[in-house]
């Protein structure tokens, strides 16, 4: 006897068979691995042995005997705060540039755009070699003009501002999406408050920025999550800048100058694939993943955050 099913049913079974395809890809991307991050944050597992149930001893670990957490939990806040927020402030001010710019448009879009291409390690690589305190170029064009550079990258007060900098030199992501924003907003929007005598700062405050606040806090959301997982960049520019030659079997300790460059995702990685320690490191992930969601949170509250009130 053929089973029959009641017309809501049909229509629930249909809607799963289209969401299906997130609901496998959200399970198995997303769900497991933070569903197994927490178990281990509770296991001992040197990823040789079986794991056994350690309870809070990893949690302990991290939060009270781990000499790096601090410097490395400090140095990714700090590189949230600045770099976030002035390659928001960078990118759109390009982007208004780029808007306002009656000839040669295009060169200056490719101009501005081309950076953002280069591989982060190649360009990571250049960008040491630029600032060389010895031998590079913009160091030996500001003694010329009587000016001592630092030490960037060699030195722990200027290493995370060297690596805003570099941050900074390829910011054509944000330039391309705030310009089309930035075209996005009616001309008869401007019109009208010129009409009424408004200046272009009074024309960006009440024309200009409501229109595109949801692209800057979509903005600020994507750089805070991506900058949480600072990694690549920090790492090379700390081992071309101490001059350490990568063999087999080398171990590079991240965060040269002084644990200056040292992330929490430098440290998960130490932790997880270079000593072993599965349990602290998915407690540094889950850490990290707690404070994303929070300032994530925060920034789309109504009000409070980003986005405008709601009448």
Known sequence: ??????????????????????????????????????????????????????????????????????????NTVWLVVVMVALRVVFGL???????????????????????????????TVAFVFLL???????????????IDGPNWFNDPTWAKPSLVLLSLWGIGDLMVIFM?????????????????????????????????????????VTGVVQTMQYYTQALVAGKIASGVSIGPGTVIQPGYPDHSTLTVPQLVYSMGFQNFNTGAACVLSLVLFAIAMAVTSLLMRKRSGLLAAED
């Open 1 to 74: 006897m053929a089973l029959t099913l009641s017309r809501p049913a049909r229509r629930r079974l249909r809607t799963l068979g289209f969401l299906s395809p997130w609901l496998i890809g959200f399970s198995a991307f997303f769900a497991y691995p933070l569903l197994a991050t927490v178990y281990f944050s509770f296991m001992h597992y040197n990823q040789i042995k079986a794991p056994t149930f350690v309870g809070l001893r990893n949690w302990v670990y991290v939060f009270r005997d781990m000499p790096l957490f601090g410097p490395a939990l400090w």
């Open 132 to 146: 060389n305190p010895g031998s590079g170029p913009v160091n030996e064009i500001l003694a010329k003009v009587g």
């Open 180 to 220: 089309a924003a930035l075209l996005d907003v009616p001309k008869e929007q401007y019109e009208a408050a010129e009409l009424d005598g408004a200046g272009p700062l009074t024309r960006f405050r009440y024309v200009t920025w409501p229109s595109i606040t949801p692209i800057v806090m979509f903005a600020v």
């Open 93 to 123: 001010s390009l982007g208004l540039l780029v808007t306002k710019i009656k000839s040669g448009v295009g060169f200056f879009r490719t101009a501005f755009y081309l950076p953002y291409l280069a591989p982060p390690v190649a360009a």
